[in-house]
């Protein structure tokens, strides 16, 4: 069994930062990419950044040079460092993984439950 669990979410004003980290746990062999999608009420999941186990990171357009990801393989984590927060940030924030269980098995991918982040205006 492999469990994500986001934290770090929150409300903040405009141009303030939040940092939110994901815990994996469970029965884990390797983790490969890790990433942060968002989702705002009415509309689609959206990929905001993702990251390799080797640390080659990805951006969506709408939050590169303001947020920043980050992962430590020895503590099976990611991290999303969010800066000069915008109303139009404001999300459920979902982490996602691709992790293999074991040497024998394929990489499956996993979802966190979430963590809701408001950025006032």
């Known amino acids: 069994q492999v469990r994500l669990v986001e934290s770090g979410g929150g409300l903040v004003q405009a141009g303030g930062s939040l940092r939110l980290s994901c815990a994996a746990s469970?029965?884990?062999?390797?983790?490969?990419?890790m990433r942060w999608y968002r989702q705002a009420p009415g509309n689609q999941r959206d990929l905001v950044a993702r990251?390799?186990?080797?640390?080659?990171?990805f951006y969506g357009d709408s939050v590169k040079g303001r947020f920043t990801i980050s992962r430590d393989n020895a503590k099976k984590m990611v991290y999303l460092q969010m800066n000069s927060l915008k109303p139009e940030d404001t999300a459920v924030y979902y982490c996602?993984?691709?992790?293999?269980?074991?040497?024998?098995?394929?990489?499956?991918?996993?979802w966190g439950q979430g963590t809701q982040v408001t950025v006032s205006s």
């Open positions: 996602n993984a691709d992790i293999r269980s074991s040497s024998s098995l394929g990489a499956n991918s996993y």
């Open positions: 469970g029965s884990i062999f390797t983790i490969h990419y």
């Open positions: 990251i390799s186990s080797s640390g080659g990171t």
